[in-house]
Nanobody
Framework: QVQLVESGGGLVQAGGSLRLSCAAS????????MGWFRQTPGNEREFVAG????????RYADSLKGRFTISRDNAKNTMYLQMNSLKPEDTALYSC????????????????WGQGTQVTVSS
């Protein structure tokens, strides 16, 4: 079992950057495939990016490729999401999740979730 805590969200102007972190407050991340998802009120959770246990495989939502980068540091028990060239439509609650399955993309395959960190991009 693992407990996840996100940080790094906040208010940023369009075109700016933020780096989100997902740390394990309990357990170790190295045993899991990891992912970032985001959600806005009234909408379903949306896949952002996923990463394999050793970082060798990454997946991104097509609309975010080139602007977002997922990475992990298992020695620090932390995963990251670097977000560049942010747009107002990136405003959402961003959550990290851990999966024991082979899938990276589908939220239903993730077993543990953090509480989320709010990202707000102003125009």
């Amino acid at each position: 079992q693992v407990q996840l805590v996100e940080s790094g969200g906040g208010l940023v102007q369009a075109g700016g950057s933020l780096r989100l972190s997902c740390a394990a407050s309990k357990g170790t991340l190295r045993n899991y495939r990891m992912g970032w998802f985001r959600q806005t009120p009234g909408n379903e959770r949306e896949f952002v990016a996923g990463i394999s246990w050793n970082g060798g495989i990454t997946r991104y939502a097509d609309s975010l490729k080139g602007r977002f980068t997922i990475s992990r540091d298992n020695a620090k028990n932390t995963m990251y999401l670097q977000m560049n060239s942010l747009k107002p439509e990136d405003t959402a609650l961003y959550s990290c999740a851990a999966s024991v399955s082979a899938s990276l993309v589908y939220s239903r395959d993730y077993d543990y979730w953090g509480q989320g960190t709010q990202v707000t991009v102003s125009s």
